[in-house]
Nanobody
Framework: QVQLVESGGGLVQPGGSLRLSCAAS????????MGWYRQAPGKQRELVAL???????NYADSVKGRFTISRDNVKNTVYLQMNSLKPEDTAVYYC??????????WGQGTQVTVSS
């Protein structure tokens, strides 16, 4: 079965940048979209960014203009470039894959902490 391995999280100062990576063990059959979600303590998990199999993207209003999602089909990897980070971005970030007729696949989560 497909597994997702996340990397790139860590501690960064406000205004800094970070790039998250999510590598799939193989290409996804009948891929619909890949995305990033995040969950802060006491908060519900929310969609941050999404990229469809056709390359269309969608972003949460709170990250528009600061975050960029991209995909490398050869490496079976999705990225989240995060710029101008704010303390409100602090959360555990989860990679997600959606495909037709399959349950969603989730990465293990990676902690992003934005603090001085």
């Amino acid at each position: 079965q497909v597994q997702l391995v996340e990397s790139g999280g860590g501690l960064v100062q406000p205004g800094g940048s970070l790039r998250l990576s999510c590598a799939a063990s193989r290409s996804i059959f009948r891929l619909v979209a890949m995305g990033w979600y995040r969950q802060a303590p006491g908060k519900q998990r929310e969609l941050v960014a999404l990229i469809t199999s056709g390359g269309n993207t969608n972003y949460a209003d709170s990250v528009k203009g600061r975050f960029t999602i991209s995909r490398d089909n050869v490496k079976n990897t999705v990225y989240l470039q995060m710029n101008s980070l704010k303390p409100e971005d602090t959360a555990v970030y989860y990679c997600n894959v959606k495909a037709i007729a399959t349950e969603p696949i989730w990465g293990q989560g990676t902690q992003v902490t934005v603090s001085s």
